[in-house]
């Protein structure tokens, strides 16, 4: 396992990147970017293929003997293999929210090891909100393309105990399908909000909510930023299994099944209700 204080660099490094990609964003974002559909039937613009070349061009300077698996130049018919320590990057996770211009759309990049992402970065650049996690969660208020400061000048973060008034739960704004609001109704909640992105794991992260079910399929790229400044920050993400969400599944394409992510230990029987 890598040792913290280098996760804690790598973090930073990740963090730097993002903002220069969410500069390139924001710009296309500014005009009119041109969408596409895939294959799969989502969208695709001008911003995720540019994002990710940025991307992928700048970690091949950081870690240029680790492999990188994302999302826009994934080809599922030619799955790759992966070693233990891998890469996931989402140039533009939120794409739906990106053309519908609600500014709840992220850049994600995460290291993983061993199954486990060690190190993630989430950045809304239209909210100039960054989280980055190495061995620590961290916040910071930054422009596109601006310099990320140190980590000691950065806001850590952490979540919360649940409230004894009841559960805030946070929710996909594109994807809430039955399966879940049906798994919402079985707890205590007290509140409820949705969002986009991977923004819900940073909401759960930094305290302001405590649970958030996806019980339909996403990808691997979906969540592993996610996951890394969540766990980083207290939290946890459960699936199906009852176990810690695992990454490297390339003989089922990179698929995650569905999950829980919660700001402390899951409650008892939620997890397996799911």
Known sequence: MMDSQTRNELAGRFGAIASQAGKLIMAIYADAPRVDTKPDGSPVSDADRESERLIREQLSKVLPDVPLVAEESFDPARCPQVPERFLLVDPLDGTREFISRNGEFTVNIALIDNGHPIVGCVYAPACNAMYIA?????????????????????????????????????????????????????????????????????????????????????????????????????????????????????????????????????????????
Not at 144 to 155: N, Q
Not at 182 to 193: D, E, G, T, V, Y
Not at 206 to 231: I, K, S
Request: proline share 7%.
């Open 134 to 274: 190495g061995a620590h969660a961290f916040h910071a208020t930054l422009s596109p393309g601006a310099a990320l400061p140190p980590l000691a000048e950065l806001k850590p973060i952490a979540t919360r105990p649940y409230p004894q008034a009841g559960l805030s739960a946070v929710a996909s704004r594109s994807h809430l399908d039955a399966n879940t609001q049906n798994f919402l109704k079985r707890l205590p909640i007290a509140s409820h909000r949705n969002a986009g992105s991977s923004l819900k794991f940073c909401v759960i992260a930094q305290g302001e909510a405590d649970v958030y079910p996806r019980l339909a399929p996403t990808m691997e790229w979906d969540t592993a930023a996610g996951q890394a400044v969540l766990v980083a920050a207290g939290g946890c993400v459960i699936g199906t299994d009852g176990a810690a969400l695992r990454y490297g599944k390339a003989e089922r394409g990179f698929r995650n099944d569905g999950f829980v992510a919660w700001g402390r230990s899951p409650l008892s029987g939620a997890a397996n209700d799911a």
